[in-house]
């Protein structure tokens, strides 16, 4: 992984700063979970993380587009648009690192999840949002 980042305690994953485009596009949603899908396979993690790691992000991404029509009016604030593939995360993951991993203890993994999550997605999703907002609707439009 780049610079370590994605197999420490706390995973930074840039590609998960993708999740914001489920905000500008429904078919951000296929694509992420099946690129988390294809990209958990090609690496071997084992069956749980396959199936329950994609389903993190299905949801994830399902929840942030339910928030499209209130950011296209600009009455919501990016941060509710980010919190459902944090959530669907920090709930989902930790049970498939002591599960498939044997990793642990439970409580340590939800605060580094989070943590981790929340630098990805939070952080480095809000930066590509405001990156992309003035163009997005260019490339995709309604």
Known sequence: SVFGLASSLVQVRFSEALCIMALFTPAAIPGLTIGCLLSNLLIGS???DIVFGSLATLLGAFGTR?????AKRKTCWLFPALLP???SNTIIIPFVLKYAYGLGPLWLSFVTVFA???ISCG???SILYFALRKHIYKIWPE
């Open 46 to 48: 084992p069956l749980p």
């Open 66 to 70: 339910a928030f499209y029509k209130l």
């Open 85 to 87: 593939p944090i959530l």
């Open 116 to 118: 981790g999550e929340f």
């Open 123 to 125: 952080i480095l999703g």
